[in-house]
């Protein structure tokens, strides 16, 4: 399995356009996770689904932030319109959920830059 | 609520010698702990976790976890650091929802 699959690796756009991250999850897994990484407040999630349907979107910082798991082996996550202070690099999760405690898989990142 | 917490932002160590990277948690009921490592530029990457049982868990790459139920900890340890080692360790409390609550990372130094 090629494991969690983000694209873009790396995104530099400038204030008050909108970026579209996407996300992969490893085939068979129910969960899928957003987060986003900074120096300042560390990893933080934003968002998470279960079986394609958002269940706690609490860590979503604001209406310019959207997410949507429209099927089981895609999510994006939506800014609109972006500002410097949403730069830093996000990362999309998943795992299969259940009774089990599974352990989540990680993505490589998208590193994002809004000058 | 439930929380997590490590309380040191970075650790150093020599090369050879044992590591110790620290974690307490707060929970009611059973906890579900985890560490996860981060090596640069990359995503997190799973290391071990405890569910139930034995309170020493192994992991990759050598790591093992001891789980304190008294003490509210789930330290990381390792016998002999190898310079490899340096990264950002992250332990991890899920709850019920599959939710997992990261504490905000140690940062590992390993020196030659």
């Known amino acids: 399995d090629a494991g969690v699959i983000q694209s873009p690796r790396h995104e530099v756009t400038e204030m008050g356009q909108e970026v579209t991250l996407r996300c992969k999850p490893i085939?068979?897994?129910?969960?899928l996770f957003w987060y986003r990484q900074t120096m300042m407040r560390g990893l933080e999630l934003l968002i998470y689904?279960?079986?394609?349907?958002?269940?706690?979107d609490s860590g979503m910082p604001e209406d310019r932030f959207s997410a949507k798991m429209p099927n089981a082996s895609f999510s994006t996550l939506k800014i609109q319109p972006s500002e410097p202070r949403d730069s830093a690099v996000y990362f999309c999760?998943?795992?299969?959920?259940?009774?089990?405690?599974?352990?989540?898989?990680f993505g490589p990142g998208t590193r994002l830059t809004v000058l | 609520a439930q929380s997590v917490a490590q309380p040191e932002d970075q650790v150093n160590v020599a090369e050879g010698n044992p590591l110790t990277v620290k974690c307490t948690y707060s929970?009611?009921?059973?906890?579900?702990l985890f560490w996860y490592v981060q090596y640069p530029n990359r995503g997190l990457q799973f290391l071990l976790k405890?569910?139930?049982?034995?309170?020493l868990v192994k992991g990759s790459y050598g790591f093992e976890a001891e789980f304190n139920k008294s003490q509210t900890s789930f330290h990381l340890k390792k016998p002999s650091a190898l310079v490899s080692d340096s990264a950002l360790y992250f332990c991890a409390l899920m709850n019920r929802d599959d939710k997992i609550i990261f504490g905000k990372g140690t940062r590992l130094h390993i020196l030659p």
């Open positions: 929970v009611s009921g059973n906890p579900y």
């Open positions: 689904f279960n079986n394609n349907v958002p269940i706690d």
């Open positions: 085939s068979g897994h129910n969960s």
């Open positions: 405890y569910i139930t049982g034995d309170n």
């Open positions: 999760a998943s795992s299969l959920s259940g009774s089990s405690y599974n352990e989540q898989f």
